[in-house]
Structure formats: structure tokens, C-alpha cells
């Protein structure tokens, strides 16, 4: 049975007793008390020190503990310490074992990894795929600025950011511009950052090949469909009156298929253009021209309400950010019943100009609300079709906004209508001088 330390201790206490009691004897044989127990009392002290002396090189050196056997104070002590040791080595291997799992892991992973030293912002590690997408050569590019090896990505601007730093995407690789990237920063500590950039040029490859074959089908499509529409423009069917019912539905479907074309056409051109013109946008001429369609679109079946309490002006394309509103009102004007009202404010924000369609119509249930500008969705087909929609004038309003870094807000309720919101940002209003509007 394992000796418990109190025993230890009283045993250690009896020698030590047991030792100066005969050191008490001798000095009384001998007629000199002193002595032996200063001998003891040394030979006591010299031995500990020599332990702790004998401990402490043992420690030092690092080297395994080699417990003296037997059952004294000493040999526990270092038996405790071998077992620490033990414990922590053992943790030690569990640790660096991890470690380099998690190393060949990341050094494996097809994306790239980096870890950036967050203040002096240098390249701390690197895996192999750096080298293929990013052109980073080991040991040559260890402890460089990242700024400096990922140039000319604006990555100082971009780290500026830290944590709320938005993804860089589809950027060109530094090492070769046929490499499409897609770049993230993770700021995972104190002292570190993740950069992790994957590739996703096979994506933009499928994206691209995607809008093409939309592009070409509809721009093939659109001379057939313009020769079938004017050759049944054309058909007299006076002559027979029982084929005027299929010949009004065939030019009704023949001009919802041109419509969709056109729409599909116009939604290939915007994700083909990059950038949009900065003009200066006349909101009074604007405006007006909106509310001149809705009345015509209308045909005096609503009220139609304009509302500018701005001395703004918008900065985008005129053509698309009119077509982007007058889609807008042409979904109110289609969605709201007879007697409805339509009202088009333009009105100042904290944060620029808000452009809003009211209307009183039927309005969206909140379960379609974030699908809504997906293209071809629609709320009801039928009534779609009926008021002659293509399911794709959302998906319009939505890409004319982002390259206008514009928001759209949405809020409805069945029966009673639904608000269609721009948010414009301040670097799109500027203030509508007189000498402008007299120019208008
Ligand atoms: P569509 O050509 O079918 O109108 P959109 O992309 O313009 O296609 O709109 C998508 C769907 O959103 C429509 O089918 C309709 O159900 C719904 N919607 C759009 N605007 C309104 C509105 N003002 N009121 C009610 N529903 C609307």
C-alpha cells in the first residue's frame, strides 16, 4: 500500500528526532553536548542541499528525472516532478502531433492561405497553392509585405479595413491575370490575419459561357419572332370571324415572347457593361417623363401622385435608372386594381435620396419578399401573364441599382400595397443648382 505524505512526514520528523537524541547521547558520553549536534545538524542541511543541488542540475539540464529509489521525502518528490514531466511531454507530442496535421491540412488546401503578422503586416506562413495562384516562392517570400507581393491589388486599402474588410471579388491573380480570385481576410487574433484566396476562374468561365448562350438565344430569337409578329399584324381574319379569337391570342403570345427577348437582352447588356455613365440626372425631367408613362400606362384608372421635396439631383445613367423606375411603376400601375393611387416621392435621407413607389394594390405576402427579384419569379403566374409581365422587370431594377451602389427596399402587406424603395448614397445626389434646371 502507497505510503500517504503524512506518514512520510511524521517518519521524516521521527528520524531527524531519533538522529539528534543520539547526537543528546553521545555528547553526553563524551561531556561535550555541542558537538555532535552541530555535526548532525550539518550533515542534515549538507545532505538536502546536495539533493536539491543534484534536483536542480537534473532540471535544468532538461534531461529525464531518474528518481532515487525508496521511501523517504526526496524520492516522492522527484517521483511528483517525473510524473509533470511526463504529463507535459506527452501533452507536448499530442500538440505538435495536431500541429502539423492541421499544417499538412492547410498546406494541402486547393485554396491559398497566407498568415499575415497583423502589425508589421508580413507574410508569417504560406501554403503550396500560394505559389500556383499567388506566385509566392518559398523562402524567398517569407517575413516580405503582403502589399508588396500582391501588388497591384490595392491590399494595403483593403487591410485598412481589418475585419470588416468586404471580400475582394473576382480579382485578377498578381502572378497571372487568367487566375480570377476571390480574396478574404480573417482577422483570427490578436497578432494574426488569414488571407484566403480561392479560385474561381472555372466559375466565371460558367458564369461567362451562361451569359453568352442567354445572349445569343435571345438575340437569335429576336428576328423570327419580329417577322412571325408583323406577318400576324398583317392577317386579315375579317374574312373569318371564327379565326380572329386564335389570331388575337397568337399576336397577344407572339408580343410576350418579343417582350421576354427584349427583357433578357437588356438584362445580358448590364451584366455585360462594367461601368455606367456619371451623368448628372435631371430628377424634374425625370420625373415628369415617369409620371407622362404611368398616366399613359394607366390609362386614367389610377391616381398618379409625384412627390420631390428635394433640391436634388441624381449622378448615374439617365437610360437606366429611368428604365430601372419606370419598371417600378409599371408594376404598381399593373398590380394595383382600378381606383387604386400611385405615388412617386422623391425625398432627402441622412444618407442621400430616397426614390419610393407606393401604391395601393394588392400587395406581396412576406414569404416571397426575398425571392422576389430573382428572375422569372412572380407571386401569382397568372396574374403576371395577364397584366402582361415577363417575370424579369425585378431582376432589372435589381442590377441597374447595384452599379449605381444603390439599395432597393421592399415593403408590402396583402390587400392594402406595397412600397418599392431606393436608397440612393450621398455620392449619388448632388444638389440641383438654378443654373441646371433652367438648362432642364
Ligand atoms: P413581372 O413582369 O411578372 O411583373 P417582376 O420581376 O416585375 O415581374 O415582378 C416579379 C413579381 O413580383 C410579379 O410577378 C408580381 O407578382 C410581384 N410584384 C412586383 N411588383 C409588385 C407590386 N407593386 N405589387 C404587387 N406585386 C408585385
Not at 129 to 142: H, M, S
Not at 172 to 188: A, G, V
Not at 266 to 283: F, I, N
Request: proline letters at 5%.
Amino acid at each position: 500500500m502507497a505510503t500517504s505524505s503524512r506518514q512520510l512526514w511524521q517518519r521524516a520528523i521521527a528520524q531527524l528526532l531519533a538522529l539528534y537524541v543520539a547526537a543528546l547521547l553521545v555528547g553526553w558520553v563524551i561531556g561535550q553536548t555541542w558537538l555532535p549536534l552541530a555535526i548532525v545538524s550539518m550533515a542534515v542541511a549538507a545532505w538536502h542541499y546536495w539533493r536539491l543541488w543534484r534536483l536542480q542540475t537534473q532540471l535544468t539540464g532538461h534531461r529525464r528525472l531518474n528518481p532515487a529509489r525508496g521511501r523517504g521525502i526526496w524520492p516522492r518528490v522527484e517521483l511528483l516532478l517525473l510524473k509533470r514531466q511526463d504529463d507535459v511531454h506527452n501533452r507536448k507530442r499530442r500538440l505538435l502531433g495536431m500541429l502539423r496535421a492541421y499544417r499538412t491540412a492547410a498546406a494541402v488546401l486547393p485554396d491559398a492561405v497566407v498568415i499575415i503578422d497583423r502589425n508589421s503586416q508580413r507574410v508569417l506562413w504560406f501554403n503550396e497553392a500560394c505559389e500556383i495562384l499567388l506566385g509566392f516562392r518559398f523562402p524567398r517570400d517569407k517575413d516580405q509585405p503582403v502589399a508588396q507581393l500582391l501588388k497591384p491589388l490595392p491590399v494595403s486599402v483593403w487591410m485598412a479595413g481589418g475585419q470588416h474588410a468586404e471580400p475582394m471579388v473576382d480579382a485578377p491573380s498578381p502572378h497571372d491575370p487568367n487566375i480570377r480570385l476571390n480574396l478574404r481576410l480573417i482577422p483570427y487574433s490578436e497578432q494574426h490575419w488569414l488571407l484566403v484566396a480561392r479560385d474561381i476562374s472555372k466559375l466565371m468561365h460558367l458564369e461567362q459561357v451562361r451569359r453568352d448562350f442567354v445572349a445569343n438565344v435571345s438575340h437569335e430569337l429576336r428576328t423570327p419572332l419580329t417577322v412571325i409578329h408583323g406577318y400576324l399584324e398583317l392577317f386579315d381574319t375579317d374574312d373569318i370571324p371564327e379565326w380572329s379569337p386564335m389570331f388575337d391570342e397568337m399576336r397577344l403570345q407572339s408580343q410576350r415572347m418579343a417582350q421576354i427577348v427584349e427583357d433578357l437582352l437588356t438584362l445580358s447588356r448590364l451584366e455585360a457593361q462594367e461601368r455606367l455613365p456619371e451623368e448628372s440626372v435631371s430628377m424634374p425631367a425625370l420625373l415628369h417623363a415617369l409620371r407622362r408613362e404611368g398616366d399613359a400606362l394607366s390609362q386614367g384608372r389610377h391616381t398618379i401622385v409625384i412627390e420631390d421635396t428635394t433640391r436634388l439631383d441624381l449622378t448615374g445613367s439617365t437610360k437606366e435608372l429611368h428604365s430601372a423606375i419606370s419598371n417600378l411603376i409599371s408594376n404598381a400601375v399593373r398590380y394595383t386594381p382600378t381606383g387604386g393611387t400611385i405615388s412617386i416621392r422623391f425625398t432627402p435621407d441622412c444618407e442621400g435620396a430616397v426614390l419610393a413607389v407606393h401604391d395601393t394594390g394588392y400587395g406581396i405576402s412576406p414569404q416571397h419578399l426575398p425571392r422576389i427579384t430573382e428572375r422569372f419569379y412572380r407571386v401569382s403566374t397568372s396574374r403576371s401573364r395577364e397584366s402582361g409581365g415577363t417575370g424579369l422587370g425585378l431582376s432589372i431594377v435589381k442590377h441597374v441599382l447595384a452599379m449605381h451602389q444603390a439599395q432597393l427596399d421592399i415593403t408590402s402587406e396583402v390587400g392594402k400595397g406595397s412600397v418599392f424603395s431606393i436608397h440612393f448614397d450621398a455620392a449619388h445626389v448632388r444638389p440641383r443648382v438654378a443654373q441646371q434646371m433652367d438648362r432642364d
